[in-house]
């Protein structure tokens, strides 16, 4: 009789006792320029691409070459690239964010892929000097 009560006790708390080890959703981050932002990027080295008319300004950074930036800010910034070619090689400094359609898309595939879209509002783009007269 008592080796019975304490085997319904077992099986009452091992049903029970996920609801109160549960300690909730974690908070997803926010997709978009101005949401969460992921991290910082100071003065990284980037081959920057844009049209003529300077909407789209993106870029690949020389170590990541899986990763693409889209510029949140590329009228605002398209001033400072009259001086560059489309394709040269120019270090950038902001803040990243999720790309939201990426998010989405990848939120409905089971596998990890390498390859990733972010946002980042640009504070600076300058010319990479490193190793020219």
């Known amino acids: 009789?008592?080796?019975?009560?304490?085997r319904k006790i077992l099986i009452v708390?091992?049903?029970?006792?996920?609801v109160f080890s549960y300690s909730g959703c974690k908070k997803q981050a926010r997709c978009g320029c101005g949401k969460d932002v992921l991290f910082t990027l100071n003065y990284r080295q980037a081959r920057v691409y844009y049209n003529e008319s300077g909407t789209s300004i993106t870029f690949t950074l020389l170590d990541d070459?899986?990763?693409?930036?889209?510029?949140?800010?590329?009228?605002?910034?398209f001033p400072k690239f009259e001086d560059y070619k489309s394709g040269d090689i120019l270090l950038v400094s902001g803040d990243v964010f999720w790309e939201c359609n990426y998010l989405y898309?990848?939120?409905?595939?089971?596998y990890q892929t390498y390859y990733k879209v972010y946002m980042i509002q640009v504070t600076d783009v300058s010319v990479d000097l490193y190793g020219k007269k």
Do not use: L
């Open 1 to 6: 009789m008592r080796r019975n009560i304490i």
């Open 13 to 18: 708390m091992i049903i029970v006792a996920p």
């Open 65 to 77: 070459p899986y990763s693409t930036y889209n510029f949140c800010n590329p009228g605002e910034m």
């Open 105 to 110: 898309q990848t939120s409905n595939y089971s």
